[in-house]
DNA sequence: TAGATTGTTAATCGATTAACAATC
DNA sequence: TAGATTGTTAATCGATTAACAATC
């Protein structure tokens, strides 16, 4: 387990300074101030070095950072240096439009497999995937070494499909169901609720007005 | 503008009370006390209290909360007595799969249209929505009232798009491009960055091994 | 009335910001 | 060396939790 405690604010800001990284990359620029950095993307210089000496000394003093070495250092934080197999539950819009997303395979997630409930839809051929049946979800995860599920269902079901996951042994489920999952401790959960986000923008607007 | 200064903190917790009180009167349960409803939705009770105390004396001492009313008056909170036009800006699987799905519609969020650059994709038919031209972008949102954008769309076109759609008197967008877009200060944005979520799993289940 | 539970103030905890010595 | 900027400690700010009087 990690050493120290990061707290949740500093590692949901860790792939914001990973991305902002990327962008300087590519456009050739090679060393950035916490001052800099901070004009760009908008938390204190203070906040960045503070955040940054929570993972060690990746600064110059008088220099400031290599964007390059920050880059990579920071995606090491992450667990970008590893390859995750992943499978996607639920063949629906969103199931297949995260499936097709090259980026995350990039990244180093790499969907095995699509999975679905409704018969009509398996073996269905969708881009690079057929769609198989969720009756042979357990051999498919222990047979192809699976870390990552992506849940792209309904929240009826949802429960019923993560605690088969566990019992295989996923590590991380990364769930679109709107509902919060019950799982060991040691397995991670990230959720990615839309409704609580189109709400969360609703309020602000009328805030605004 | 709104009077009390809500810190996003408990605005983000907002929608989850009103998913958790849906829930709830699926059940048939009518009245939950701040300390049950601790139980479920994993706040402390005295953080359930302060939040809603915020925007007004919903409960009863004695006896708790009437859960019927208390999902309504946070609906209301987050706007979801009112009806919004929205327009989603790249029709590709992601923005077919967030147009499509009915439960934004129930909450008050109507797509009105979508909207694609690629020319191939302009005037297909996609379940209820034609694809419509870019081009169009102005009057459509004029002439329709449009309040949101939702942009699924690459980093690349999108500032520019979102300067377009200022122009023309957009209130909100919610932006699934991973880029942070510049807007006056009245334009509502909100970023959902599915890479950066990825990415949060990533780093925990490093963390946990 | 007695018991329960809110609304609200005060105390604590944690995160952010400021400041500056260290050092490249 | 002088200037710049980090790494880190201390101060501040804000959010969460605890406590309890008010009251249903």
New interface residues.
Partial sequence: ??SKN?SMAV??R???Y??YLGDLLDKDIQRISSKELSDII?FTASQIRQDLNNFGGFGQQGYGYNVGALHNEIGK????D?K?NAILIGA???G???A??S??KR?G?EVKALFDANPRMIGLKIRDFEVLDSESLEDFVKENEI??AMLCIPKNGAQNIVDRLVNVGI??I?NFA?I?LEVPK?I?V?N??????????????????
């Fill in positions: 387990m990690g990061i590692i949901r860790l792939p914001k990973h991305r908008g934080i992450l667990g970008l590893k995750y629906g819009n969103l297949q439009a995260i097709n997303y980026g995350f990244a997630f870390d990552i590590k991380g990364w709107p919060d040691n991670i990230e990615v609720n839309l409704k609580e986000s189109l709400f969360t923008l609703s309020y602000l607007m009328k805030e605004n007005e």
